[in-house]
């Protein structure tokens, strides 16, 4: 199976807001609400900040917002701020009880 | 403090074979699924494996390492492993064992390096 769809490199200055997507098909993205996004920074592990397409674990900042339509997953931080300068992964489950993570996107604070 | 720390990573040549080990400390391993994901270097995260608690033992591989990597786990050592044979280059690899939470990894080791080269 292919990995999900992202946008290489996304940028934004503080303070604007960026959306990533994440691209599938009906058979994961489109087919569960098991969508979830990864923040990680260099060397170090992924970080869970949104689940179940929308939901935030404890902990985690209310700029980051979860949102899927059809086939389509979408990662929106607002008010953008130096520390989110990270990768950013989506993962969903997929109809053949495996999960796929997108190719992740780099976000730069500008 | 709850912790995922794998070991075992090295280098490797091409056709050889090297099992990872995962131990688990903190909380109740033989009630948590766990899986194990990869990083090449430079490269996106991929999920390779998951095997369920201890009740009823599911497991599931990628495509990709299927029939060659076999994850296994020991409750009583809280520990999860990963056996690898026929090891290819595209193996190379930080492999990263995940704690899974209803449905997404909440805890994730330090990984632990894969290389595999002649």
């Known amino acids: 199976q292919s990995a999900l769809t992202q946008p290489a490199s996304v940028s934004g200055s503080p303070g604007q807001s960026i959306t990533i997507s994440c691209i599938g098909t009906?058979?994961?993205?489109?087919?569960?609400?098991?969508v979830s996004w990864y923040q990680q920074y260099p060397g170090k592990a992924p970080k869970i900040m949104i689940y179940?397409?929308?939901n935030r674990p404890s902990g985690v900042s209310d700029r980051f917002s979860g949102s899927k339509s059809g086939n389509t997953a979408s990662l929106t931080i607002s008010g953008l701020q130096a520390e989110d300068e990270a990768d950013y992964y989506c993962s969903a489950y997929t109809s053949s009880s495996t999960l796929l993570f997108g190719g992740g996107t780099k976000v730069t604070v500008l | 403090e709850e912790q995922l720390v794998e070991s075992g990573g090295g280098l490797v040549q091409p056709g050889g074979s090297l099992r990872l080990s995962c131990a688990a400390s903190g909380f109740t391993f033989s009630s948590q699924s766990m899986s194990w994901v990869r990083q090449a270097p430079g490269k996106g995260l991929e999920w390779i494996s998951y095997i369920s608690r201890s009740t009823s033992l599911t497991i599931y591989y990628a495509d990709s390492v299927k029939g060659r990597f076999t994850i296994s786990r020991d409750n009583a050592k809280n520990s999860l492993y990963l056996q690898m044979n026929s090891l290819r280059y595209e193996d190379t690899a930080i492999y990263y064992c995940?704690?899974?939470?209803?449905?997404?990894?909440?805890?994730w080791g330090r990984g632990t390096l894969v290389t595999v080269s002649s």
């Open positions: 009906s058979s994961d993205v489109g087919g569960y609400r098991y």
């Open positions: 995940a704690r899974e939470y209803i449905s997404y990894f909440d805890l």
């Open positions: 179940d397409v929308s």
